[in-house]
């Protein structure tokens, strides 16, 4: 069974760093696309970075240069490295998974965790 644990989360003022993680379990962790994404009160699920299955990284326009996604295999920890943080960052940040198909849409991840709140203030 697919088990996806965020933390890192926290609050911080406008041009803080949070680095958020992502332990898995239950699978073949290096063998899956691995994603972050975020969603906002009334809003939709945005892709923020993945690593594909060639290690491959993928990033939102609106983190590129402040974001860095990595992963460290041996430990099944995703990372999400956030840096110069911007108020509009605020949102619940999830871990996602899957086996074969890989994106920054939310639609082609099939395991989630269960968040973690990043709140930026101006």
């Known amino acids: 069974q697919v088990q996806l644990v965020e933390s890192g989360g926290g609050s911080v003022q406008t041009g803080g760093s949070l680095r958020l993680s992502c332990v898995a379990s239950?699978?073949?962790?290096?063998?899956?696309?691995m994603g972050w994404f975020r969603q906002a009160p009334g809003k939709e699920h945005e892709g923020v970075a993945i690593?594909?299955?060639?290690?491959?990284?993928t990033y939102a326009d609106s983190v590129k240069g402040r974001f860095t996604i990595s992963q460290d295999n041996a430990k099944n920890t995703l990372y999400l490295q956030m840096n110069s943080l911007k108020p509009e960052d605020t949102a619940m940040y999830y871990c996602?998974?899957?086996?074969?198909?890989?994106?920054?849409?939310?639609?082609?991840?099939?395991?989630w965790g269960q968040g973690t709140q990043v709140t930026v203030s101006s």
């Open positions: 239950g699978y073949t962790y290096s063998s899956y696309c």
């Open positions: 690593i594909g299955f060639d290690d491959s990284t």
């Open positions: 996602a998974a899957d086996r074969y198909r890989c994106g920054l849409s939310w639609f082609n991840f099939d395991y």
